[in-house]
């Protein structure tokens, strides 16, 4: 079987990025480990010319950064809201059932669990409430920053490319 072609990495490599991208806004598709597969691919493919060791290790702690903003968004805003230690504890357990549910689990998900552990310690239907508002605020705001990522690492990339 011959060698894969350059071009058909560098496709392949293309096509990982954008899927990545996509994979940010769709909880069903790993978008950031996607992304930076994608450039880990093309700097490998270009025998790290153009996009160096460094470059990729700089895009691996993005990476890494951009993966505990998923995590801790909605617990952080938990915490933001004023709730107590169970909220926060809710909050991250109804974070990762939720990825299993899509986009509907990954706003609900922490919601619920915001408001069941609020609800435990507190027996307080308002305040267990407004964990759950602050658990959805974060995590809307970690989708936020989490994009926001992605694009400083596209930015990276492209201009290693340029420079490189």
Known sequence: MPPISHEVLYVVSGLMIVIGFVGTALPALPGIPL???????????????????????????????????????????????????????????????????????????????????EAIATQNLRRATSAGIGATLGLLFGAVLKIAIAFTMFGVFALAILIG
């Open 35 to 117: 992304i930076f597969g994608g450039m880990l691919l093309a700097a490998w493919t270009g025998d790290f010319q153009a996009i160096s060791g460094w470059t990729v290790a700089i895009l691996g702690v993005l990476g890494l950064i951009a993966l505990a903003v998923d995590f801790i968004a909605s617990m952080l805003g938990t915490k933001l809201a004023g709730a107590s230690r169970w909220a926060f504890i809710g909050a991250g357990i109804g974070t990762l059932v939720g990825l299993f549910f899509g986009l509907l689990g990954l706003l609900v998900g922490p919601f619920i669990g915001a408001i069941a552990g």
